[in-house]
């Protein structure tokens, strides 16, 4: 009996990762993404200069890269307007954008998957009370919310973090409670009840493995987009402050030197931006394809 | 119909009561003494006691409340801690702006957007279908201020094609009637500043079109895909009927309803890129204002911004709804 269990489960993981090596797409975007954890990760050790150099050394101030014989030897994709290496920023900048978009994501989870299964198990008042709450936050853009939120608990990378978290989780709360409407009217559950297993119990052991699924896929399509609104408050500077390596607000120190002819300083973050949303939407279309058929647009 | 926009109506009441709680509430959430935050940093401690009694921040915080959103639904958010203007009057100074840009943005975006995803459609896996859906896929992971900063620097800074900031040339003479440039320069017959405000608004629209854009020309190959495989379709084709007609008069129609939906959604979405969009180009519209008085902490100002947006955010979705419902018979409304 155990054995057969065992071996079942095996074959659904080998089904999903069949399916997975097949949708192009999928593949793709988790090379993009593993490459950008993996600069991540090592940056202190791929990064060909140091990120803050203390002090700067201005005479570097905005020096062209590997294109042109007027760079510096060892800067390759050129300097910015304090002198400092773009690409060791940019490989830097893949940790701190990355942190941010996961803990704001995770913050977006937890906040409505709690919300969400509640509303959808419990129903009656609690259901109609949280979807109000969450309808009033669907009246604004999530980037003007998360502007608010910045403007009442002040401006930084970590507050950044969290009001978008904030703002992102009433859409994690109807995601999980509309999945959680069609589990709970299933059959197992009606069996749970009758052995007499607890609310938590039933919550936890049945209806949130169960709809892992729409958490996975929207989970990634949201990290896409709060990397791309954590740069966002960044380039508004509302975001990661300097001198902090943050994609964003690396564009909105760099762009007013386009003027001068400096357009390397603000080009490369922005396509790193563009690379890590480009990747994660690629994987999140891909896993909705491969986790759940129905979820297909 | 009339009983489905009646409750649709209704329903904005308490949305729009959140976001008001929320607005005034940010004043109180915000760390330290109101008063002292709307009198401003360097004030005596005679202007703060002057501040507390003028809004009522004396009062309990219901009935402060009330005074507040009484005067609000008068259109009163009281004045700018920076400018000392009557916010109001600087939200409507600055809305029109915002609407050209936004309106010319989403005509950009759903003129190429739902060509391009037609041609997509009838040449399903040609080589147009797959480069139009490879820019698509960029286009919606773009983010929206670097795309702009990127036109700026090929077309205004090295092609020197087209103006790189600001609403107007500050050169030419022009007479304020309704706040629109373009239409007031039509009214006063003034060409050149006709001119001058259509080259302003190119990029900026560019910038902030090309993620609807994106979304659209998806939305819409994927929706005219669905719609050529039924049978109506077929049975055109079976007739004999031109596929020019069988695409642009029988599919097209079908096929853009879902499209309609993704223009309304996407209207929040552009109001959020108005507002990254008007900071890199130093437009002078309602987005710019509320990130300055954010950074500046004028919170009347902020305040008012959040009422003024999401009063126009809840209004764009009611109206995608009620057209929903009018291009698409089959939908019932109980």
Redesign the interface.
């Known amino acids: 009996m155990e054995q057969e269990i065992s071996i079942y489960r095996e074959s659904v993981g080998r089904e999903l990762f069949r399916r997975f090596k097949y949708n192009r797409s999928a593949v793709f975007g988790l090379i993009i993404l593993l490459f950008m954890v993996f600069c991540a990760v090592a940056a202190d050790f791929i990064a060909p200069n140091d990120p803050y150099p203390s002090p700067p050394v201005l005479a570097n101030k905005l020096k062209p890269g590997f294109w042109s014989e007027k760079g510096v030897e060892g800067m390759p994709l050129g300097t910015d307007g304090l002198g400092r290496c773009v690409l060791s920023r940019i490989i830097y900048g893949a940790r701190v954008s990355l942190t941010a978009g996961f803990v704001a994501v995770a913050i977006a989870m937890i906040v409505g998957i709690t919300f969400g299964v509640f509303s959808g198990y419990f129903g009656g008042w609690v259901d109609a009370v949280i979807m109000r709450i969450v309808d009033i936050m669907f009246a604004f853009p999530a980037l003007l919310l998360a502007i608010v939120i910045v403007t009442i608990v002040g401006q930084g990378l970590d507050k950044a973090m969290i009001a978008i978290g904030i703002v992102y989780s009433p859409q994690m709360a109807r995601i999980i409670r509309s999945s959680v409407l069609y589990i709970k009217e299933m059959e197992y559950i009606e069996v749970q009840k009758a052995i007499g297993s607890s609310h938590g119990r039933i919550i936890l052991r049945h209806i949130l493995p169960n709809s892992i699924a729409p958490v996975i896929v929207y989970g990634t399509l949201m990290l896409a987009t709060a990397i791309l609104d954590c740069a966002a408050l960044g380039f508004l500077g509302l975001g990661a402050q300097p001198p902090i390596p943050e994609w964003g607000a690396m564009l909105s120190n760099s762009y007013s030197f386009i003027v001068s002819g400096a357009w390397w300083a603000a080009t490369f973050p922005g396509i790193a931006i563009l690379l890590s949303v480009l990747g994660l939407n690629l994987l999140g279309d891909g896993l909705r394809d491969i986790l759940d058929p129905r979820l297909k647009q | 119909m009339r009983w489905y926009i009646t409750k649709r109506l209704l329903?904005l009441i308490?949305?729009?009561l959140?976001?008001s709680i929320?607005a005034f509430s940010?004043i109180h959430?915000?760390?330290g003494d109101p008063a002292r935050t709307i009198a401003g940093e360097h004030a005596s401690i005679q202007t703060i006691e002057k501040i507390r009694i003028k809004y009522g921040l004396d009062q309990p915080l219901i009935v402060q409340y009330w005074i507040w959103l009484k005067q609000a639904l008068q259109g009163d958010f009281g004045r700018s801690i920076v400018s000392n203007e009557y916010v109001s009057k600087e939200i409507w100074d600055r809305f029109p702006n915002t609407v050209e840009l936004s309106l010319f943005s989403m005509f950009i975006a759903i003129l190429v957007g739902v060509i391009a995803g037609i041609i997509s459609s009838s040449r399903q896996y040609s080589f147009l279908d797959y480069s139009f859906m490879g820019i698509a896929?960029?286009g919606?992971?773009?983010?929206?201020?670097?795309?702009g900063?990127?036109l700026?620097?090929i077309f205004g800074?090295y092609l020197r094609w087209l103006p790189?900031s600001g609403r107007i040339s500050i050169m030419i003479p022009f007479t304020r009637i309704t706040g629109f440039y373009l239409i007031d320069s039509i009214i006063t017959g003034n060409w050149v500043a006709l001119i001058s405000s259509i080259r302003h608004l190119i990029l900026p629209s560019l910038a902030l079109g090309t993620i609807s854009m994106a979304t659209i020309a998806r939305v819409t190959r994927?929706s005219m895909l669905e719609v050529l495989r039924q049978d109506f379709i077929r049975t055109e084709r079976a007739k004999g009927l031109p596929e020019r007609l069988v695409i642009y008069k029988h599919a097209v129609r079908n096929a853009l309803i879902p499209v309609v939906t993704v223009i309304g959604l996407d209207f929040?979405?552009l109001?959020?890129g108005a507002?990254?969009t008007e900071?890199?180009f130093s437009w002078p519209g309602v987005g710019r204002y509320?990130?300055n008085a954010?950074?500046m902490?004028d919170?009347p100002a902020?305040q008012g911004c959040?009422l003024f947006?999401?009063f126009i955010?809840?209004i764009v979705n009611l109206i995608t709804d009620i057209v929903y419902v009018y291009i698409d018979p089959r939908i019932k409304y109980k």
């Open positions: 329903m308490p949305v729009l959140g976001a929320l940010l959430l915000a760390p896929l960029f919606v992971s773009m983010p929206v201020f670097w795309l900063i990127m700026m620097m800074v790189i994927s929040g979405l109001l959020a507002i990254l900071t890199v509320v990130v954010v950074q902490r919170y902020v959040i947006f999401s955010f809840v």
